[in-house]
């Protein structure tokens, strides 16, 4: 079945550098990923959209890549700032309109 | 402009029990749809309502059950609740044919 994948370790850094994020996906080939920011108790907010014939996709301080050969999304924060700390999701569409999402990765950005 | 907005915020309920939650989209928007996010976990699809009508479901049991009203807002319906059931349920609306989804904040719902 469609899968996807994220690194469920939390990942900690110092503020000033860059993070960065992987997700997996398995047994399909979604045409775009997408991913979300979830702050505690809130519901996710949507980042960033990258089609498959997408190598690369940038805003602002966000950074996304889709590899298709690796079947791998990375989303990078560079120049990290304490703010930045929540979970980050990756989605991908399922089939008519539903969306499967990773577990996802919670971000710490130390001072 | 609003955002899709949910109550109750807090909901708890005991086993055997039914539950309502409700969900009003952002204006102009026509799909709704519910996610569940139990704790340590990932959303997972429940269901998505178009122009009034089911148009997918995600792999739950059919004492989960929900509608859309003409004003396309929606309600979710859980009956004989059980502790598992206990999680985050998060609404998201969009244009039909756009990829974006914009969440709620969520309804929390504890069953004791």
């Known amino acids: 079945s469609q899968k996807i994948e994220q690194n469920s370790e939390a990942l900690n850094i110092q503020e000033g550098k860059t993070a960065t994020l992987t997700c997996n996906y398995t047994?399909?080939?979604?045409?775009?990923l997408q991913w979300y920011r979830q702050d505690p108790g809130r519901g996710p907010v949507f980042l960033l959209l990258?089609?498959?014939?997408?190598k690369e996709k940038r805003k602002e301080r966000l950074k996304v890549t889709f590899d298709t050969t690796l079947k791998q999304s990375l989303f990078h924060i560079t120049a990290s700032q304490p703010a930045d700390s929540a979970t980050y999701l990756c989605?991908?569409?399922?089939?008519?309109?539903?969306?499967?999402f990773g577990a996802g990765t919670r971000l710490a950005v130390h001072p | 402009e609003a955002g899709v907005t949910q109550s109750p915020t807090h909901l708890i309920k005991t086993r055997g029990q039914q539950a309502t939650l409700r969900c009003s989209p952002i204006?102009?928007?026509?799909?709704v749809y519910w996610y569940q996010q139990a704790l340590g976990l990932g959303l997972q699809f429940l269901l998505w309502?178009?122009?009034?009508?089911?148009?997918n479901r995600g792999n739950f049991p059919p004492r989960f059950s929900g509608r859309q009203f003409p004003n396309y807002s929606s309600e979710l319906n859980v009956n004989a609740l059980e502790l598992e059931d206990s999680a985050l349920y998060l609404c998201?609306?969009?244009?039909?044919?756009?990829?974006?989804?914009?969440f709620g904040p969520g309804t929390r719902l504890t069953v004791l």
């Open positions: 998201a609306s969009s244009l039909v044919r756009e990829n974006e989804q914009f």
């Open positions: 989605a991908s569409p399922g089939g008519y309109n539903k969306l499967i």
């Open positions: 047994n399909y080939s979604p045409a775009y």
């Open positions: 204006s102009g928007h026509t799909s």
């Open positions: 990258i089609r498959e014939n997408e």
């Open positions: 309502y178009d122009e009034g009508e089911e148009r």
